[in-house]
């Protein structure tokens, strides 16, 4: 077989129309601010305020978000279409969006937990030293600025890391180490950057809602919509987390990485991923806690809260929020030149490290590839074939892999092939013909999940529809409460939670239906969107348990303690239950990952 040289992904560069049109929108969603501002400042015309503050808080996060979501477009169309293996551009950037949903309603829980222990903490250190100014700091710096930062972006990158994970599941299939969900940066730029888009869109409605029920004047509401429109910060968190993942991924095929020990990738990986992603981290946690630390400057200078602290913190933030779009700017670039550079094998298009190095079919198997070659049946031709599903490249019929773009034909077409050397068995044959493999044992040992796992999604089911109920109650109550006002409270956090129900129910029903008709093929977006929430869930189970039974010890009711003591001793149960349960299906279940089947 002739060999050509690897190709490269060399036109993915935005047009120049297009970058004028992606910058000068944000120009003019500077300017429009400027005009509302002016608007509410010196006019007295409450009509007109009211009027166009509603345009602005409706209109501005639509065109500044929409703006990403058009780049994110813009980028994959130059890129390899991948809708056969792991689904279109479109259903993966939804994909990412509902994960960013399901981010911020286990961040809510996450954070809530760890507030409460916070509070144990500034506690013990009041009862220590007896300084209250020393207690609020401690309390403030951990439950507003270390708690959020970490949990947060945690939550933001862990998309992108299943994705990785499931690259590195596959160590029991041969056939699939060629393949990756993001590839490299620039994927995983986009990806993340979703993620990001999704967190963005709720906190805004949360600050823009809150500001309202609380009474909040139209500057109040225009501060607060401008403040979270024009810092970037968790969709920088998304996007950079993607990155490094993206680049953990690339690295790891272009090195030929795939064949090493399972805990020496995971080890490989950490140090790839926690140098970039501690970036979103720091400066999350200097959005955070800038308030306290300029406060405590004011004091020490002043002796009380002067106008100081309202100009250092403005300096502050204006900083921080140009430092994040300058960041989200040079790794957008940075990602594009390293996908322009990355060769592409010409033989199956996996990732490699230079134009020299070209897999043979033999070498891997289903692969995720751009379509190197455009080479359909023609209809005068005589020679018999099997026409490749994805690039209609005519393969010869023992070949179980297209030449062109590495496609599993077999699964493809629904032909069953030898798994091992690709030839065709005949009918009721127990081994193949050709290299001698024992069929019933390779169908034995695909066997889709085990008894535990299977038990687990039917508890995964029934905690779903609690939590809905759970989600719809807390609603009731926070209007009874509140009127009007506890509605738009809590408005976003039960889109959110509603969505995580939702999700938990699809996937689990679907994973259980894909098991009375398994082909040797799952979907692997389903069984991503079930693993994020199942650890989302885990984890706020056992810090909710966690913060109710160090609560019921601060209470100072007996009947407070025995209340608290006993639903934190039942979340913790749970919580472990499924702990425990999340280990064994991510480790020990024997179980196969394939791209094929999506949504």
């Not at 969006?97 to 506690?123: D, E």
């Not at 994970?165 to 990756?180: A, I, M, P």
């Not at 024009?230 to 920088?236: E, F, V």
Request: proline share 2%; hydrophobic share 50%.
């Amino acid at each position: 077989m002739s060999i050509s040289k690897n190709a490269q992904n060399s036109q993915i560069k935005l047009s120049s129309l297009q970058k004028l049109i992606w910058y000068l929108s944000f120009v003019g969603c500077a300017i429009y601010s400027i005009i509302v501002l002016l608007i509410i400042l010196f006019t007295a015309s409450e009509i007109l305020i009211i009027i166009s503050l509603f345009a602005y808080v409706i209109i501005s996060p639509i065109i500044f978000y929409g703006l990403w979501v058009l780049l994110y477009f813009w980028k994959t169309q130059k890129l390899p279409e991948r809708k056969n293996i792991i689904g279109s551009h479109l259903e993966i950037m939804l994909f990412f969006f509902l994960l960013g949903v399901c981010v911020i309603c286990w961040a809510a829980y996450w954070n809530t937990g760890f507030s409460l222990i916070w509070l144990f903490i500034a506690g013990v250190v009041f009862l220590i030293t007896g300084d209250l100014l020393l207690t609020e700091v401690v309390y403030l710096i951990g439950s507003i600025a270390i708690t959020a930062a970490f949990v947060e972006e945690f939550l933001k990158a862990l998309p992108s890391i299943l994705a990785f994970f499931v690259v590195l599941q596959r160590k029991r299939n041969s056939d699939q180490k060629g393949k990756g969900i993001i590839g490299n940066e620039l994927y995983g730029f986009l990806m993340g950057a979703m993620v990001g888009i999704a967190f963005e869109v709720l906190e805004v409605m949360l600050y823009i809602g809150s500001t309202i029920a609380s009474g909040g004047t139209p500057f109040d509401i225009y501060f607060q919509s401008t403040l979270r429109l024009w810092n970037p910060l968790h969709i920088l968190g998304g996007a950079i987390s993607g990155y490094a993942v993206g680049r953990a991924e690339r690295l790891r095929f272009e090195l030929g990485e795939e064949n090493l020990p399972l805990k020496i990738q995971i080890k490989t990986f950490l140090k790839r991923f926690i140098p970039y992603w501690l970036i979103p981290v720091s400066i999350h946690f200097a959005w955070n806690s800038s308030f306290v630390w300029i406060v405590l400057i004011d004091l020490a200078l002043n002796g009380e809260v002067t106008i100081l602290t309202y100009i250092l913190l403005g300096i502050t933030l204006t900083t921080l929020a140009s430092l994040n779009f300058v960041l989200l700017i040079l790794f957008f670039k940075k990602a594009n030149k390293i996908a322009r550079n990355t060769f592409y094998c010409s033989e199956t298009g996996m990732i490699v490290s230079d134009q020299n190095i070209t897999y043979q079919i033999s070498d891997i198997s289903i692969l995720d590839t751009p379509k190197i070659i455009s080479k359909p049946i023609n209809e005068n031709d005589t020679n018999e074939g099997i026409q490749c599903p994805n690039c209609n490249y005519l393969n010869q019929e023992t070949f179980r892999f297209c030449i062109n773009c590495g496609i599993n034909i077999q699964q493809l077409s629904g032909a069953f092939h030898c798994p091992t050397c690709g030839q065709l068995p005949q009918p009721n044959a127990r081994f193949c013909k050709n290299c001698g493999l024992n069929f019933a044992k390779y169908k034995t040992s695909h066997t889709l999940y085990q008894d535990k796992t299977v038990t687990l999604f039917k508890f995964f089911i029934a905690t779903a529809i609690i939590f809905a109920i759970f989600s719809i109650l807390l609603l009731s109550i926070y209007i009874l409460a509140f009127g009007v006002a506890g509605f738009v409270l809590i408005l976003y956090q039960l889109i959110a939670e509603l969505t995580c129900a939702a999700l938990i129910l699809f996937s689990a029903i679907k994973l259980l239906k894909l098991r009375k008709d398994y082909n040797g093929k799952k979907s692997i977006w389903v069984w991503m969107f079930f693993v994020f929430n199942l650890i989302g869930l885990t984890g706020a189970l056992l810090l909710m348990g966690i913060a109710a039974i160090i609560s019921s010890f601060i209470s100072g009711n007996i009947f407070v303690f025995i209340l608290l003591s006993n639903v934190g001793i039942a979340l913790l149960v749970i919580g472990i239950f499924f702990f425990f349960r999340l280990q064994h299906i991510l480790f020990d279940e024997n179980q196969t990952l394939h791209y094929e089947r999506n949504f």
